[in-house]
């Protein structure tokens, strides 16, 4: 089955600093992969999604990028972030039931101080 | 795009009681509609979904109902547990090789013994 590895679980960082969260996926190849958000007590708004190596498609205007330089890795990125950019960011994959379900990472909680 | 719409914010129900929490979508080609759990600081996972052919899904005590003519959707939990308690999220997508699932708000669920 497949797993996501997400990384660091929490992260606090100044106003106008670097950002970069690293998912790597394993157990699946050339997988849909996706960045969502959470802000504290709201929904999972879709950030990003990449369909292969070097396609990127941008879901929400903002102060984040994303990568995708393996088929298996996915990299959120700012180059300097906002107090906006707090919240709680999950990797998503397919899973092996059906490529329509979902399989989260375990996340990230960024706090932007 | 899609829009997902998810009622009641909060919810606090009796052991034992049974538990309805409702979506609204807004784009006519969604199919694919999953429902998620996330307990506090945990990842989303998913606990029942329902295609656009399906009008009534069930699984042990939880059900969900789609009405595509009037594009809404409803979790239905059953004798409620205290281990029930949880946040719920909605989705919905037009599936296929994209499948970009668009999340409600979330309810917050609390079962009190």
């Known amino acids: 089955s497949q797993t996501i590895h997400q990384w660091p679980a929490t992260l606090v960082q100044p106003v106008g600093s670097p950002l970069s969260l690293e998912c790597t996926v394993e157990g699946t190849s050339n997988p849909n992969l996706y960045w969502y958000r959470q802000a504290a007590g709201r929904g999972l708004q879709l950030l990003f999604y990449?369909?292969?190596?070097?396609?990127i498609s941008s879901e929400v205007p903002q102060n984040l990028s994303a990568s995708r330089p393996q088929d298996r890795q996915f990299i959120l990125s700012s180059k300097k972030l906002l107090l906006s950019d707090s919240g709680f960011y999950l990797c998503?994959?397919?899973?092996?039931?059906?490529?329509?379900?979902?399989?989260f990472g375990s996340g990230t909680q960024l706090s932007v101080l | 795009g899609e829009n997902v719409e998810q009622h009641p914010s909060t919810l606090s129900v009796q052991e034992g009681d049974s538990a309805v929490i409702k979506c609204t979508y807004s784009?006519?080609?969604?199919?694919?509609f999953p429902w998620y759990k996330q307990e506090l600081g945990k990842r989303p996972q998913l606990i029942i979904d329902?295609?656009?052919?399906?009008g009534e899904k069930k699984d042990q005590r939880i059900a969900v109902t789609l009405n595509k003519t009037a594009k809404h959707f409803s979790l239905h939990i059953t004798e409620t547990q205290p281990e029930d308690s949880a946040v719920y999220f909605c989705?919905?997508?037009?599936?296929?090789?994209?499948?970009?699932?668009?999340f409600g708000a979330g309810t917050r669920l609390a079962v009190h013994p």
């Open positions: 989705a919905a997508s037009r599936g296929g090789g994209y499948n970009k699932l668009i």
């Open positions: 784009d006519s080609a969604s199919n694919y």
């Open positions: 998503a994959c397919p899973q092996e039931e059906g490529r329509e379900k979902l399989f």
């Open positions: 990449s369909v292969g190596i070097g396609q």
């Open positions: 329902i295609r656009s052919n399906v």
